[in-house]
């Protein structure tokens, strides 16, 4: 389904810029460029299931508000950018984040020990992930009060997460048999997935008033994960670009390592205009 996916992108991004390349001429516009360093300080709400571990099935449990993942961040990175000629736009977003280890839950399933109770003494996550959004696009609206942009393109997510548990028994078979998952262990896991999105951007200027509200829109998905992401905020406008506040969410849901994903909070962004 990810090849047929990025097909279907390589066809659409490559009718894109013969469009753009054939509107080139004929329109009286000139190329204009936007980048915009951010920071975004998201709650992170995650389920991952790293399937069979030893005998069991291994699943950890994160929620972390940025007052908790901030003093563990090992590095990050966020970008955004747009590239427009008349009518039309390339842009791309760009999200790295090194969490380093966090407080997570334990869950197992598929265990034999009857009615012993299973309880998480204290289990640390580490999540590393990669976000890539690139979209092409088409302006529906243009003016100095507003303008709205219709977009297409892809959502790449990569993430690797180790998890340390510790448990407060073994976890044995049936009848006190032999121990199916240790009372603690490691595991590692990485996955990745690539999603279609569409959806509409824009900003709408609030009276004469060098102040405008931004908002973006998108959904998507491959058949195995859905991906959406919203974000609204205001901004201010300058000669050079602009500053920007706004909260911003994004979600996805799977069935293989990424059950769920989910990430919201407030951003900040300084976009240069060139």
Do not use: C
Not at 59 to 69: C, D, F, H, L, Q
Not at 107 to 129: A, E, F, M
Request: charged fraction near 15%; hydrophobic fraction near 40%; avoid cysteine.
């Amino acid at each position: 389904m990810t090849r047929s996916v990025s097909k279907i992108v390589a066809v659409a991004a490559t009718a894109l810029v013969a469009s753009m390349a054939a509107n080139a001429q004929e329109s009286s516009g000139e190329w204009k460029f936007s980048l915009m360093p951010y920071m975004w300080l998201p709650t992170i709400k995650t389920t991952l299931d790293f399937g069979p571990v030893a005998a069991s099935r291994l699943e950890s449990e994160i929620s972390m508000a940025p007052n908790e993942w901030l003093p563990h961040l090992k590095m990050g990175g966020l970008l955004a950018g747009e590239a427009r000629y008349g009518k039309w736009l390339m842009a791309g977003d760009y999200v790295y984040l090194n969490l380093g280890s966090s407080s997570s839950k334990t869950n197992t399933s598929n265990l034999g020990s009857g009615p012993v109770q299973i309880v998480d003494l204290g289990s640390d996550t580490s999540l590393k992930s990669t976000i890539w959004s690139i979209v092409g696009g088409y302006s529906i609206v243009s003016s100095p009060a507003a303008t709205v942009d219709l977009i297409a393109g892809v959502r790449y997510l990569s993430l690797k997460a180790n998890t340390d548990w510790n448990l407060n028994v073994d976890v044995t078979g049936p009848n006190g048999g032999s121990v199916i998952l240790p009372r603690s262990g490691s595991v590692r896991k990485s996955g990745n997935v690539t999603s279609a999105i569409v959806g509409a951007k824009g900003r709408v200027k609030i009276g004469e008033s060098n102040w405008f509200v931004p908002f973006y829109v998108d959904v998507g998905g491959d058949g195995s994960v859905t991906t959406w992401q919203a974000a609204a905020g205001v901004g201010y406008a300058y000669a050079w670009g602009d500053v920007r506040l706004d909260y911003r969410y994004m979600s996805f849901d799977g069935d293989k390592l990424i059950k769920d994903l989910d990430m919201g909070g407030l951003a900040l962004g300084v976009n240069f205009v060139f």
